[in-house]
């Protein structure tokens, strides 16, 4: 049986009411549970990034991705292990107020953004297990509130893949017989 990992699938589309629904029901359907999700604007104009992160079988995933590609909408998706991105992550803590606290807080690299009378709010970027090592440090003095973002990654390839993608694409519509005596 194949080991579960962790992987970040990022799905490039178009900005279409009821895509996001279509992409997780893909995950649902195949039994994969999503662990974070964001999307978000991508560097191209008019193009929407969805950033993925599932713990599956290497087999489950590319039946996924390929599930996904065949949305109308999308344009092209790419899977990464995490060793192949830079990822982040963002989490906000609101905590019943005190001196303690607040040189927890100062200790651990974080941005007040918020203090009031009877509770400070903190941010923290990182990885999860950061985000999460801060919570567990706050919990004694009284955690009202804490949020995590999904996670948020970048490749650290040189080459943008999916620019390589949409070029051969235009490749394609503009000389169809040329490309496919290359690809021969």
């Known amino acids: ?3 579960e990992q962790e992987y970040i699938i990022t799905v ?3 900005n279409k009411v009821g895509l996001l ?3 997780t029901t893909v995950f649902t359907c195949r039994n994969v549970n999503i662990e974070s999700l964001t999307t978000s604007e991508s560097a191209l104009q008019g193009i929407h990034k969805f950033t993925i992160v599932v713990r599956t079988t290497p ?6 991705v390929r599930q996904v590609e065949k949305k109308i909408d999308v344009l092209k998706t790419f899977v990464y292990t995490p060793d192949e991105v830079v990822q982040q992550e963002i989490a906000l803590y609101k905590v019943t107020r005190s001196s303690s606290v607040e040189q927890l807080v100062r200790r651990h690299n974080v941005r007040i953004l918020e203090v009031d009378a009877d509770y400070i709010v903190v941010e923290k ?3 999860k297990s950061e985000t999460q090592e801060l ?6 003095y009284g955690v009202q509130q804490f949020v995590r973002s999904g996670t948020v990654a970048v490749i650290k390839s040189r080459r943008e893949l999916l620019n390589e993608y949409l070029e051969e694409l235009e490749k394609m519509r503009k ?3 040329q490309v ?3 690809e021969e």
């Open 175 to 177: 000389n169809p017989e």
């Open 1 to 3: 049986m194949e080991t």
């Open 125 to 127: 970027t990182g990885h």
């Open 21 to 23: 629904s279509q992409i």
């Open 59 to 64: 087999e489950s995933v590319e039946k996924v």
């Open 135 to 140: 919570f567990r440090l706050l919990q004694p």
């Open 180 to 182: 496919l005596r290359q």
């Open 12 to 14: 490039f589309s178009e």
